[in-house]
């Protein structure tokens, strides 16, 4: 803060070192990046040998609470190869936070001691910034993806159907039937059977997942057996495993309806079938008529449930029965729809179990096989059963004894649920292009508020700096990521993730004196309004500072032609933003009368906007920070320039008062506000034009150190003499520096109704 107080610790940065264990590797990707549940970086990173920028120094609240993340970070793929690297360069994190500037440093020589490569498993190395205020750090979590990488020497089976693509691509979903093919053959954490040994089935059961579009989202986390996973998975797609008694080979089976009846093994008495007695133990009153089946989002890691009712059933009994059912690795509403319906068909009142008793001609049909038998005299002429467990007897007793059902296990392809009608439609989950966003060069206040003040006051005269303030678009649209560009350069450079800034509509026209003023529109103030009074408010290229705001009624009071603006007249509907706490800037350093390009890129929960998609901003950069303040409080004549014109005198006498950026700081000193004493160094230039926007100038008046006198001798040297009036443009001027972004204003020097007819009193 200015002002020349004193500073007291009331807690500290907390920034370190610390290696992640992810699991085991190569990954595909890693995704996301979430601190207690908030998302700290949101992007694409694989290679070992990209630096990536977490800048989210104000995540828990900035330094008034819990502080934020801010740091480097590299993804450690575990590759057979990895040699883990050394120290990167220094790299610009951002303008704001304690960790501006960083280097992610070697790991083997902060860990220290006797350190392998980390082969074989995924690991995160991070440093920098993890809290403020509190020595306790927030539980990370990541979300990766893993369908073709990784697999046993790197070579993945049948790569072309290994992912399967949920939700229009934003999930990656692993087919099952590559889930269980690694299970089977992975040699250091599966079965590690030889590929040799798994049938053709598979083919066709990978083939079958990507038309049905089942995929999986699942982590195993070697708290169970493989076996147990293994039934885990089949659990959740419906198939089963078992070895095929002719040619020896581990071979898949779908529970689908996926044969034609005519052609299945067909067992009666004299050829094949000894025996078949229906078990009786499935009783209706045990029918569940409701499935609840619950899975997992994987992008937001939120349950998901799904339901399938048997409305017959609940009518058949006096009260309704529910079965819940976690299938964690369900990734869409759809899926967990689709498995209920699926599920309570296996279960509804329709089924019939039977124990089935077959001579050695069942000695193919294995578990999941379906097949036929007929058996006139118990009314049986062909049912279509499902085996389950088979006992194939033994040397004494040749008799096959299978456990089978009736056959509904096949999954829908949709489901057919009369939904409770809701007029609420949730808000679309898609990254939407901004449609209110500019850029600003940044001043003197910015930089000192966001570095320090020897850092503020040493910025080269040339130097500028660009700030990117972006509305957000939809309430699902959480961040954007700011890519930037000098004019002229052919690539784009990513410059962070930023907030959106708080913003609102001006709800009435406003002169350049106007203290009060209603918005509408307001975006994001819930964020802001604990602290906005003494913050600034933009609006087009004027400062201002806030005294008050009423949320009631939507009324900023504020104090006009702050820092180096002058205040000006404003439409409705002009955009207003609160830029203090939220800004994109690139932290690249510009050159005045540069011009910089820029896109926003606004981020949702799922996806991110293309580049193409988002409209490209610029602005020519004029070195800002090192310029002067404007003078203050012009008069002419003891009259504001926004007051009503004076009757004139042929000599005007243009007063104003001074201003100091480097005394006044981070204080946001009104333009109608006393005086305080300039910049060592600084003059006023003067110049009188024939209109408002007009060019060349008439004349210039250069060194000038206090108020200043248009005599008639002047006037009769620049040709003034015989108009009413000109315009005049006051500006500061220190080690050949203007002050920036001056405004003119209207000098009468003569009047009488030939001269004054058509003036526009009552403002500049």
């Known amino acids: 803060m200015g002002g020349g107080k004193g500073s007291q610790t009331i807690g500290y940065h907390y920034l370190f070192s610390i290696l992640f264990g992810i699991g085991r590797g190569p990954i595909n990707e890693l995704r996301m990046i979430k601190a207690a549940d908030k998302v700290v970086w949101d992007g694409y990173a694989c290679k070992i040998t990209d630096v990536n920028i977490i800048n989210k120094p104000d995540l828990f609240g900035g330094e008034k609470k819990e502080g934020g993340i801010q740091g480097l970070f590299r993804l450690l793929q575990g590759a057979k190869d990895q040699v883990l690297p050394g120290a990167s360069g220094s790299v610009l994190l951002g303008l704001s936070g304690p960790n501006k500037v960083a280097t992610l440093p070697n790991i083997k020589t902060m860990i220290g001691g006797n350190m392998g490569e980390l082969r074989g498993r995924v690991c995160l190395w991070y440093d920098g910034l993890m809290s403020s205020m509190n020595p306790y750090i927030k539980q990370w979590s990541f979300r990766v993806r893993r369908t073709w990488a990784g697999w046993d020497d790197d070579d993945c089976w049948y790569q072309a159907r290994a992912t ?184 509804s009142g329709g089924i019939r179990k039977f124990d089935v008793i077959l001579d050695r001609a069942g000695f193919k049909l294995h578990p999941g096989a379906v097949f036929r038998i007929s058996d006139p005299a118990r009314g049986i002429m062909n049912l279509v059963l499902r085996a389950g467990e088979i006992d194939d007897g033994n040397m004494l007793d040749g008799r096959i004894r299978i456990k089978a059902v009736s056959d509904v296990f096949g999954l829908p392809d949709t489901t057919w649920i009369t939904p409770v009608e809701n007029t609420w439609t949730p808000p679309s989950a898609d990254a939407v292009a901004a449609t209110d966003e500019r850029l600003f060069e940044l001043g003197y206040r910015d930089i000192y508020l966001r570095t320090t003040k020897d850092q503020a006051d040493s910025v080269p005269a040339a130097d500028s700096y660009m700030g990117s303030l972006v509305g957000r678009p939809s309430v699902t649209n959480t961040q954007y990521r700011l890519i930037s560009r000098a004019e002229g350069e052919s690539g784009w450079a990513n410059s962070g993730t930023f907030y959106f800034t708080a913003n609102a509509t001006l709800g009435v026209d406003i002169s350049a004196t106007a203290t009060t003023f209603t918005v509408t529109d307001v975006e994001d103030f819930e964020e802001a309004n604990s602290d906005l009074v003494g913050d600034s408010l933009l609006i087009g290229e004027e400062r201002m500072r806030i005294e008050s705001y009423d949320p009631d009624t939507l009324t900023f009071t504020v104090t006009r032609g702050v820092l180096d603006t002058w205040p000006a007249a404003h439409t409705a509907g002009d955009r207003v933003w609160l830029p203090d706490d939220d800004y994109g800037a690139d932290g690249k350093v510009y050159a005045a009368g540069e011009t910089v390009e820029a896109k926003a890129l606004s981020r949702s929960t799922s996806q991110e906007l293309p580049e193409d998609d988002a409209a490209l901003m610029s602005l020519e950069l004029s070195g800002r920070v090192a310029r002067p303040y404007p003078p203050a409080g012009v008069k002419v004549n003891g009259v504001s320039i926004y007051g009503v014109l004076d009757e004139g005198t042929g000599e005007p006498v243009i007063t104003w008062v001074e201003r100091n950026r480097l005394t006044q700081a981070d204080q946001l000193v009104g333009f109608f506000e006393p005086t305080m004493a300039a910049e060592a160094g600084t003059t006023y230039r003067i110049r009188f034009y024939d209109t408002p926007t007009s060019t060349p100038e008439i004349a210039t008046y250069d060194g000038i150190t206090s108020g200043w006198t248009y005599s008639s001798s002047d006037q009769t040297i620049d040709g003034t003499d015989t108009r009413g009036s000109v315009w005049a443009e006051l500006v500061a001027v220190r080690d050949g520096l203007e002050s920036w972004n001056p405004t003119r204003f209207r000098v009468v020097l003569k009047t009488g109704y030939g001269y004054e007819y058509g003036y526009n009193y009552g403002g500049a």
């Open 164 to 347: 399967i693509y949920l939700k229009d691509g934003t999930i990656h979903a692993m087919n099952p039937a590559h889930i269980l093919y690694e299970c089977c053959t992975n040699r250091s954490w599966g079965r590690g059977l030889a590929r040799t040994k798994l049938g053709p089935s598979w083919v066709y059961a990978a083939d079958k997942f990507c038309e049905e579009g089942l995929g999986l989202c699942l982590v195993w986390y070697r708290r169970e057996g493989i076996q147990d996973f293994i039934q885990l998975v089949c659990d959740h797609a419906g198939c089963v495993i078992y070895q095929d008694r002719e040619t020896g080979l581990i071979e898949i089976k779908l529970l689908r309806a996926d044969y034609v009846t005519a052609d299945l093994p067909h067992f009666q008495k004299g050829s094949g079938l000894i025996s078949i007695k229906e078990d009786d133990s499935g009783s209706s009153d045990a029918i569940a008529d409701e499935i609840i089946v619950s899975g997992v989002d994987p992008i937001t890691n939120q349950k998901i449930e799904g339901r399938a009712h048997n409305l017959a059933v609940r009518h058949s009994r006096d009260g309704s029965a529910s079965v819940a059912k976690k299938y964690e690795g369900l990734p869409t509403l759809d899926l967990c729809n689709r498995v209920a319906a699926r599920d309570l068909n296996v279960g």
